[in-house]
């Protein structure tokens, strides 16, 4: 497919910094990284998902969006989708980069080590890491895709593959946007090419 917008979403234990130079390396996309960082309480993932929706619609996105997200931020693609279509913008993919599913289950903050110099992490408490991602109806109603670049998640590989959807493996680091931007926007282009 070809993509009006590419959307970087960072995960919410994370910045904007998670994607590093990725931006600048899909140079042939258009491309808007929402910042979400006033997602510090309660309801965690109605805030980040409020927020995003309004940062894709100041940055002008244009249809049709490739959602893209990393990490934590993979269970709250449902409701980012849902908020896109309620504003009348055509999600055309969802992709899955090294992230969580939706469905039941938690966070699982990053450990010292596994964070490249460069990326932001956040401090989120108990009550952060236990709240349940919220889920949208007739979802998913664009291709989706999974693009692992670690082996943090081969459970959502193995998932994303049970449920026939486009699969790449390219095993570099979690953080590969920062590690490697220039094969992961490859792997990225290609994969988002096959939806």
């Not at 910045?15 to 931006?23: E, R, V």
């Not at 109806?137 to 081969?154: F, H, I, K, M």
């Amino acid at each position: 497919m070809t993509p009006g917008t590419l959307v970087l979403l960072h995960s919410p234990l994370t910045t904007a910094s998670a994607w590093g130079s990725l931006p600048a390396a899909l140079g042939a996309y258009d491309v808007v990284v929402p910042e979400v960082t006033d997602d510090d309480r309660p309801p965690y993932a109605g805030r980040y998902v409020a927020r995003a929706a309004l940062e894709i619609t100041a940055a002008g996105a244009r249809p049709p969006l490739v959602l893209v997200a990393h990490g934590d931020a993979g269970p709250l693609l449902p409701p980012i989708g849902a908020a896109q279509r309620a504003a009348h913008r055509l999600v055309g993919g969802y992709v899955f980069l090294d992230a969580r599913l939706p469905g039941p289950g938690t966070s699982r903050p990053y450990r010292e080590e596994e964070v490249p110099v460069g990326v932001t992490v956040r401090q989120r408490g108990g009550d952060f890491l236990a709240e349940e991602p919220p889920m949208a109806q007739d979802w998913p109603d664009a291709p989706c895709g999974y693009l692992a670049t670690s082996d943090r998640y081969q459970d959502q590989v193995r998932q994303a593959r049970m449920r026939g959807w486009e699969v790449r493996e390219s095993l570099f680091s979690h953080f590969s946007a920062v590690i490697d931007p220039g094969a992961t926007a490859e792997a990225l282009t290609a994969l988002i090419s096959a939806l």
